[in-house]
């Protein structure tokens, strides 16, 4: 069974940054995309940011620029670089992977992200 674990969460100080992981142990070749979203509470969760396997990234609005996708396909591991902070990046950010067999969506447990002085 795929598993996505994610890391690296925590207590950071506005303008601070922070590197989220996550490692998928599914075959980087039945991997389509990796990405990540987050959720406040009484919110949809929305697009952080998405890697796909051909390279393409995308973001959401609200972090262009200061958030980085990136993955390293020898680990199986998608990041998400995080600058910039600010507190209304706080949320539960989880980690997705769509797979090609089967066409699934699993997801992590999530990590909490809590940016405040």
């Known amino acids: 069974q795929v598993q996505v674990v994610e890391s690296g969460g925590g207590l950071v100080q506005p303008g601070g940054s922070l590197r989220l992981s996550c490692a998928a142990s599914a075959n980087p070749r039945n991997i389509i995309t990796m990405a990540w979203y987050r959720q406040v509470p009484g919110k949809q969760r929305e697009l952080v940011a998405i890697?796909?396997?051909?390279?393409?990234?995308n973001y959401g609005e609200s972090v262009k620029g200061r958030f980085t996708i990136s993955r390293d396909n020898a680990k199986n591991t998608v990041y998400l670089q995080m600058d910039s902070l600010k507190p209304e990046d706080t949320a539960v950010y989880y980690c997705s992977i769509r797979l090609v067999i089967p066409p699934v969506d699993v997801w992590g447990q999530g990590t909490q992200v809590t940016v405040s002085s």
């Open positions: 890697d796909t396997n051909s390279g393409r990234t």
